[in-house]
């Protein structure tokens, strides 16, 4: 399974992106997907979580109420909306497919990683 996490940027504090995790190789849809991010000189931590009919999410609770997790298994694509984004947002963005199907934090959990995609807020 290949990923390619995409749509990081430059954006003000406030304003929002839209990542994707396009999946090739083999599908994932019986699998749960979840977003990580790495800050500079920090471990990589859980953001989000989807489960494989996209029924169940999970949400760190720094990001609770302003990212949102969805999932369209036709496209073999996982997507995380940022909202109200702030700078201690910023880091390199990560997908992983878990290796069951509910929504997990444990980094342990996960199989197979993207390559990241960075996103920076500005104050």
């Known amino acids: 399974v290949q990923l390619q996490a995409s749509g990081g940027g430059l954006v003000q504090a406030g304003g929002s992106l839209r990542l994707s995790c396009a999946a090739s190789g083999r599908t994932f849809s019986n699998n749960a997907v979840g977003w990580f991010r790495q800050a500079p000189g920090k471990e990589r931590e859980f953001v989000a979580a989807?489960?494989?009919?996209?029924?169940?999410?999970a949400y760190a609770n720094s990001v609770k109420g302003r990212f949102t997790i969805s999932r369209d298994n036709a496209k073999n694509t996982v997507y995380l909306r940022m909202d109200s984004l702030k700078p201690e947002d910023t880091a390199v963005y990560y997908c992983?497919?878990?290796?069951?199907?509910?929504?997990?934090?444990?980094?342990?959990?996960?199989?197979?990683w993207g390559r990241g995609t960075q996103v920076t807020v500005s104050s």
């Open positions: 989807i489960s494989w009919r996209g029924a169940s999410t």
């Open positions: 992983a497919v878990d290796r069951g199907s509910v929504p997990r934090s444990d980094v342990n959990a996960y199989r197979y």
